[in-house]
């Protein structure tokens, strides 16, 4: 994890979550978290004859997605807004996470072509009319009618209202790139080389789904065998930050370890 003010804070959190977390349960003693400057990992932990290296990421929606479809929506709204025979308010509306093309690509200019198309085509509706511009099995995108008055367009995304099911399949997802990329990151330095043993923190800034949610989303994920644990520091709590106490205190558990004892639920 790249050192900046929020990126310490988190990493505080989560180390401290994870050391707490094995005490409490009695797993080891004698514990030392050892913070790497020249990470990767981020830490080493210690106790007796035995080292973890110890790598920390977040687990948040993907950014790189919303900055495609505010992009996607900027080059519709130009389209429409400097076509003056079209009056009233519209959206462009996306739900859940439709495939989007590259962006400049022919592919992106016909999508933004269709729904500039579609929306021309609700300028003689009335408010609330809709058309669906694309729909793939992740999601689809429509453009909404939402006032005759006007001329403008904006847009609404619609990630939240998710399913259980939903969340977990999204949240699979993003585990296996954060698992992937730290795999990644971990070889090209050798760290593995040196200390097989591998622990991945993870920072819940997804928001969506409880800790359960996430032990169900990794039976979902290729690939995690590699590490000897995932940890994930969940819902912050009143517990105090021991290690570091000008940082908030979290509480969290194990999603995955091959210490059968550190499997403890909670």
Same mark, same amino acid.
């Not at 992009?71 to 079209?86: F, M, R």
């Not at 400049?104 to 003689?124: C, N, P, Q, S, Y």
């Given at each position: 994890?790249?050192?900046?003010?929020?990126?310490?804070?988190?990493?505080?959190?989560?180390?401290?979550?994870?050391?707490?977390?094995?005490?409490?349960?009695?797993?080891?003693?004698?514990?030392?978290?050892?913070?790497?400057?020249?990470?990767?990992?981020?830490?080493?932990?210690?106790?007796?004859?035995?080292?973890?290296?110890?790598?920390?990421?977040?687990?948040?929606?993907?950014?790189?997605?919303?900055?495609?479809?505010?992009?996607?929506?900027?080059?519709?709204?130009?389209?429409?807004?400097?076509?003056?025979?079209?009056? @009233?308010?519209?959206?462009?509306?996306?739900?859940?996470?439709?495939?989007?093309?590259?962006?400049? /690509? !022919?592919?992106?200019?016909?999508?933004?072509?269709?729904?500039? /198309?579609?929306?021309?085509?609700?300028? @003689?509706?009335?408010?609330?009319?809709?058309?669906?511009?694309?729909?793939?099995?992740?999601?689809?995108?429509?453009?909404?009618?939402?006032?005759?008055?006007? !001329?403008?367009?904006?847009?609404?995304?619609?990630?939240?209202?998710?399913?259980?099911?939903?969340?977990?399949?999204?949240?699979?997802?993003?585990?296996?790139?954060?698992?992937?990329?730290?795999?990644?990151?971990?070889?090209?330095?050798?760290?593995?080389?040196?200390?097989?043993?591998?622990?991945?923190?993870?920072?819940?800034?997804?928001?969506? @789904?409880?800790?359960? /949610?996430?032990?169900?989303?990794?039976?979902?994920?290729?690939?995690?065998?590699?590490?000897?644990?995932?940890?994930?520091?969940?819902?912050?709590?009143?517990?105090?930050?021991?290690?570091?106490?000008?940082?908030? @205190?979290?509480?969290?558990?194990?999603?995955?370890?091959?210490?059968?004892?550190?499997?403890?639920? /909670?």
């Amino acid at each position: 994890m790249r050192r900046g003010s929020s990126k310490i804070d988190e990493e505080r959190v989560c180390i401290d979550a994870l050391v707490q977390y094995l005490k409490g349960i009695g797993a080891i003693s004698g514990i030392e978290a050892q913070e790497e400057a020249d990470d990767p990992p981020d830490y080493w932990l210690k106790f007796g004859e035995y080292r973890f290296a110890v790598e920390i990421t977040s687990i948040v929606e993907d950014h790189g997605y919303a900055a495609l479809c505010n992009a996607l929506h900027h080059s519709i709204k130009a389209q429409i807004e400097s076509d003056y025979s079209v009056s @009233g308010k519209y959206a462009v509306e996306f739900f859940r996470h439709p495939e989007i093309p590259q962006r400049w /690509t !022919r592919e992106w200019k016909k999508l933004v072509a269709d729904a500039a /198309t579609k929306i021309r085509g609700l300028a @003689g509706s009335a408010p609330d009319s809709e058309s669906k511009v694309f729909k793939d099995t992740s999601g689809h995108i429509t453009v909404s009618k939402w006032s005759a008055e006007g !001329r403008s367009v904006g847009m609404c995304r619609i990630p939240e209202a998710k399913y259980e099911v939903e969340a977990q399949d999204e949240l699979s997802r993003l585990l296996e790139q954060a698992i992937g990329k730290k795999f990644q990151q971990l070889q090209k330095k050798g760290v593995m080389a040196v200390c097989p043993d591998v622990i991945l923190l993870l920072y819940d800034a997804y928001g969506y @789904g409880s800790i359960e /949610t996430a032990r169900s989303a990794v039976l979902n994920v290729k690939g995690y065998e590699w590490l000897h644990s995932i940890f994930w520091a969940t819902s912050f709590s009143d517990r105090p930050n021991v290690m570091y106490p000008d940082s908030p @205190g979290r509480a969290g558990g194990f999603l995955y370890s091959k210490s059968e004892g550190w499997r403890q639920r /909670t």
